[in-house]
């Protein structure tokens, strides 16, 4: 039998790892202008913890966790990244160490859907979470943040930003009760999860894939006339920010999302490129100003987003090319392979990436790598160079061949590798 990797889970050979690393560096450092320091959490976390936070009625919890049982645990495979990291941070008493917390996370996340371009069962997301701050300030920033590392940080236009307040618990009651209104009457035209979910969860129609499902949403009463004093407050305010940043957004007042620990700002990043179709939403994100102390913390506000990291990758113009060796170094007998290995480990210690052939053989079948790798020197040691004591250089580019003492080398090789000023790290070339 042959054995493939499993459906919905994607290799990413080193070709393709260079476009993401180039993602995830401008990732980092975007958000560390804004204050945000890696968290690392755990893949597996006990199951309750998701079906809590997320909701017992969406579809993920419903239908879209690898949950198992080991050891006496009923465990989970992560399917975002925001519970685990709330979690920690009420496990470790983070509140009492600083009154504002900002943390990023980039990983694997586990989802049993449906694969289609742009929706795997293994997908990666980067995203921020900040805890302590509830001012709107705190929304409209990190909108701009996600933006800005979008626009300018991966080059990628055709970006809308839509925009809702879901309220407090209370208005998603009053809220509730307005789409059971709402729905029952036509009922029959929804899909089955809707219908079934009708009583419980409407919220999760508005969500809906379906297409029956979103011709009923249409008309859809808004939230937004629902929201309290405080909460329409908090929402002007984050427009009147997101306005004065110049940031562009459509308040989409059914925009609610399939997660449901959300309160008052919610917010969508979706392409308008059409490239990604029923996948084109690449950043969520909103409140949850109620989880930390659901998870059995203080009272501490917070909000957070996550990325798709492979739709963003299919929306980023740019080739991103693998890192070349500097130097190859081609021994060319026996006798010569240890002085190349020695020659290599020297030149790396000066911060020089360098293959050596230990292929052994003829000399044009290693001239021929080191161009393939695009190598900027090749070093050829055969008996001749060794009995002399120097090692003979050959500039790939410039067609130039010269000899170098063999003792000097490392030096005068790191030098010219330096001198070929590479671009920075992560840059095209
Ligand atoms: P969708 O509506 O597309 O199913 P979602 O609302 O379930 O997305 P979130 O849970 O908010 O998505 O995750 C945030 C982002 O992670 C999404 O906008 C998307 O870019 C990405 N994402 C979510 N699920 C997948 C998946 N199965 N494969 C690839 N990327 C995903
Ligand atoms: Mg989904």
Redesign the pocket.
């Known amino acids: 039998m042959e054995l493939r990797a499993v459906k919905g889970m994607n290799d990413i050979l080193p070709d393709e790892a260079a476009r993401w690393q180039r993602l995830e560096q401008a990732f980092r450092e975007h958000v560390a202008r804004y204050g945000y320091d890696e968290v690392r959490t755990p893949i597996l976390e006990h199951t309750a913890l998701f079906s809590r936070q997320i909701g017992e009625t969406t579809d993920?919890v419903e239908k879209e966790m690898y949950s198992f049982a080991r050891h006496g645990d009923e465990l989970t495979v992560r399917p975002?990244g925001t519970a685990g990291a709330a979690r920690a941070y009420v496990e470790h008493k983070v509140h009492t160490k600083e009154p504002v917390s900002r943390w990023s996370y980039l990983g694997p996340?586990f989802?049993g859907?449906r694969p289609a371009k742009?929706?795997?069962?293994q997908?990666y997301?980067a995203g921020c979470e900040l805890y302590g701050d509830a001012g709107p300030l705190a929304d409209a920033e990190m909108i701009e943040m996600i933006l800005s590392l979008l626009n300018q940080g991966l080059g990628i236009g055709n970006i809308e930003v839509r925009l809702n307040s879901l309220g407090a618990a209370g208005t998603r009651a009053r809220y509730r009760d307005a789409l059971v209104a709402y729905f029952t009457p036509m009922k029959d035209k929804l899909s089955e999860d809707s219908q079934r979910r009708l009583e419980k969860n409407p919220l999760r129609i508005l969500?809906s894939?379906d297409p029956r499902d979103r011709e009923a949403s249409k008309g859809a009463p808004s939230i937004l006339e629902l929201l309290d004093e405080a909460d329409a407050a908090h929402f002007a305010g984050v427009r009147r920010h997101l306005d004065a940043l110049d940031v562009r957004y459509i308040v989409d007042p059914t925009l609610v999302?399939?997660?449901d620990y959300y309160t008052r700002t919610l917010f969508?990043f979706v392409t308008t490129s059409g490239d990604l179709g029923?996948?084109s939403?690449?950043?969520?994100g909103g409140r949850y100003d109620n989880m930390i102390e659901g998870l059995g913390g203080p009272s501490v506000p917070a909000i957070g987003f996550?990325?798709?990291i492979?739709?963003l990758l299919t929306l980023m113009p740019g080739e991103v090319s693998r890192e070349r060796p500097a130097v190859y170094v081609a021994p060319l007998s026996d006798a010569c392979t240890s002085r190349a290995l020695v020659l290599g480990r020297d030149l790396r210690a000066r911060g020089v990436r360098v293959e050596v052939d230990g292929r052994g053989g003829r000399l044009k079948a290693m001239l021929r790598r080191a161009d393939a790798l695009g190598a900027k020197f090749c070093v050829i040691l055969g008996d001749g160079e060794l009995e002399r004591g120097v090692a003979s250089v050959k500039d790939l580019a410039g067609h130039k061949q010269d000899e170098v003492p063999l003792a000097d080398a490392a030096d005068v090789l790191a030098a010219r590798a330096r001198a070929e000023a590479s671009p920075p790290p992560g840059e095209a070339r």
């Open positions: 993920v975002e996340m989802r859907e742009g929706r795997y069962r997908f997301q969500d894939k999302r399939g997660l969508e029923a996948q939403t690449v950043v969520g996550a990325m798709g492979e739709r």
